[in-house]
Each structure stands twice: as structure tokens, then as C-alpha cells.
């Protein structure tokens, strides 16, 4: 079936490096694309969002980046700190009659000190 | 803080109980949300109200029931559950049922004996 996925379940940064976590989703219809971070023991926190008719949008730190062709979809984060250890999901909204918000697997972030 | 309330954040039930988990948000959202999330995975859609009507149930079991008592306020009642529906139970808002960024509750841990 139709799902949004991730490649990498883990990723181990030093701090100060940029991080890259990638997505890849399968329905070319989905139109809108949200990164959240989830804390441990909290809920998910938006990060950043992008419309289906941008292929970049910026935010503080972070950058989205969307590769509609491939249905790629990225999140870069800056300068790496401690506190960016989380798990991040990309999700995507699909209209099916009722917006409906699928979200992938997740991707663990581990910044080394 | 989380902009969207949850009560109880923990609960422990057993399987002949009844109980409701709360969801309360003064943001003006008009769209709001229940997710379940196992550990270790992403949060999976349950239910979705558009303007206090209910607008997705996601083939839920009938031993929870949503209720949408005004705008502000989300619950969820709990009957005869199975112990595999312990998980954490979030609720989210968004401004409208359309491409918009949710905003979540930390959720409500919820354990069934």
C-alpha cells in the first residue's frame, strides 16, 4: 500500500555538523509535506512545512527541501546541537474525501557532544 | 507548554472499565484530532472533527467513542478495552481541516491490565 517512509531509522551527528534526514513517500497526489520532532515523553512539535508548488522552504536552522519527481522529501538541520536529539517525522496530508495525515516511520537523531 | 491540553497524562484501566481521556485547546482551531502511537512508532490517525463534526473515523473499534462537546473541547470514551490498546493516546489541533500544521498534546499514557 501507500505509505510515507524513511531510509535511515537512525542518525548519530556531532554537534555542530549539519544533519540530513530524508523521506520518501509513494502518493505523487499528497500536496502538502510537515516535519515534526518528538521528544521523549512529549508530544510531536512542528518544525516546518512545504507546499506541493515549492521545492525549498527555510526555516530557522532547518530547510525543507521537496523532490517531487523522485517524491523525495528532505529536513537539514544546522549546526546540530544537543537539544535537536529527538525522533522526526515527515508526514504528508492527503485529501481522500477528509484531509487525512499520514506520517512516516521516523527517524531517531543522536548528537554527540 | 503545549498549547493543547491533555488530562490525565497517565491512566491505568482494567479491561471491564470506563473512562474518557481530555482534550481542551483555546487557539480558535476548528479541527481536531485523535492519534494513537505505539512505542516506537508513528502516531496512526483515529479520529478527525471538522467544525465539532466528526469528518474521519479510521475503522476504530467501537470501544472508543469520540465526542466533540464544543469547539474547545475533544474526548475520548473508553469501554471494554483490550490490552492492546495500551499506547499513548495524543490529541492535536489544527486552524482548519486542510493543509495546515497540527499542534499536539503530550498525550495520555494509557495502560489496560
Known amino acids: 500500500g501507500e505509505s510515507v517512509g524513511l531510509h535511515l531509522p537512525t542518525l548519530s551527528v556531532q554537534e555542530g555538523d549539519n544533519s540530513i534526514i530524508n523521506c520518501a513517500y509513494s502518493n505523487s497526489a499528497s500536496d502538502y509535506f510537515i516535519w515534526y520532532k518528538q521528544e521523549s515523553g512529549k508530544g510531536p512539535q512542528f518544525i516546518i512545512d512545504?507546499?506541493?508548488?515549492?521545492d525549498k522552504r527555510q526555516g530557522q536552522r532547518v530547510t525543507v527541501l521537496l523532490n517531487k519527481t523522485v517524491k523525495h522529501l528532505s529536513l537539514q538541520i544546522a549546526a546540530t546541537q544537543p537539544g535537536d536529539s529527538a525522533v522526526y517525522f515527515c508526514?504528508?496530508?492527503?485529501?481522500?474525501?477528509?484531509?487525512?495525515?499520514?506520517f512516516g516511520a521516523g527517524t531517531r537523531l543522536f548528537v554527540k557532544a | 507548554d503545549t498549547e493543547v491540553t491533555q488530562t490525565p497524562k497517565h491512566l491505568v484501566m482494567g479491561m471491564t472499565n470506563k473512562k474518557s481521556l481530555k482534550c481542551e485547546q483555546h487557539?480558535?482551531?476548528?479541527?481536531m484530532y485523535w492519534y494513537k502511537q505505539k512505542a516506537k512508532k508513528p502516531p496512526e490517525l483515529m479520529f478527525v472533527y471538522s467544525y465539532e463534526k466528526l469528518s474521519i473515523n479510521e475503522s476504530v473499534p467501537s470501544r472508543f467513542s469520540p465526542e466533540c462537546p464544543n469547539s474547545s473541547l475533544l474526548n475520548l470514551h473508553l469501554h471494554a478495552l483490550q490490552p492492546e490498546d495500551s499506547a499513548l493516546y495524543l490529541c492535536?489541533?489544527?486552524?482548519?481541516?486542510?493543509?495546515?500544521?497540527?499542534?499536539f498534546g503530550d498525550g495520555t499514557r494509557l495502560s489496560i491490565l
Open positions: 508526514a504528508e496530508n492527503r485529501d481522500t474525501g477528509g484531509f487525512k495525515t499520514i
Open positions: 487557539m480558535g482551531h476548528r479541527a
Open positions: 512545504i507546499r506541493s508548488n515549492m
Open positions: 492535536a489541533s489544527s486552524r482548519e481541516l486542510s493543509n495546515q500544521p497540527q499542534h
